[in-house]
């Protein structure tokens, strides 16, 4: 399946920005959806990640309470809204895919099989 992220930009802190994640094809909804961040030189890392039926969601601690995932699979689609955005949420996002089950870790970028292009979200302080 392809992934495209979208969404991005430049935004002053406490802003926000809907991130979308949108599958060339309608079985998005037969996968684990996640949301990583990477800076330059630095290693992908988790940030949030949603269930096949959007009931169940997973936070890396920063974020919480300032982003939501959430997912519309009839549009083939996975948003992230980030809300309250600090300088240190600057990165690329990737959205992520995979065959992930409920009792597997689903912060490991290594556990998702299909991978977005990236989009930039840059907050000025």
């Known amino acids: 399946v392809q992934l495209q992220a979208s969404g991005g930009g430049l935004v002053q802190a406490g802003g926000s920005l809907r991130l979308s994640c949108t599958a060339s094809?309608?079985?998005?909804?037969?996968?684990?959806v996640g949301w990583f961040r990477q800076a330059p030189g630095k290693e992908r890392e988790f940030v949030a990640a949603i269930s096949r039926s959007g009931s169940s969601t997973r936070y890396e601690d920063s974020v919480k309470g300032r982003f939501t995932i959430s997912r519309a699979n009839a549009k083939n689609t996975v948003y992230l809204e980030m809300n309250s955005l600090k300088p240190e949420d600057t990165y690329i996002y990737y959205c992520?895919?995979?065959?992930?089950?409920?009792?597997?870790?689903?912060?490991?970028?290594?556990?998702?099989?299909?991978w977005g292009q990236g989009t930039q979200v840059t907050v000025s302080s």
């Open positions: 094809e309608s079985t998005l909804g037969n996968y684990v």
């Open positions: 992520a895919a995979g065959t992930l089950i409920t009792s597997s870790p689903w912060n490991i970028p290594q556990r998702y099989a299909y």
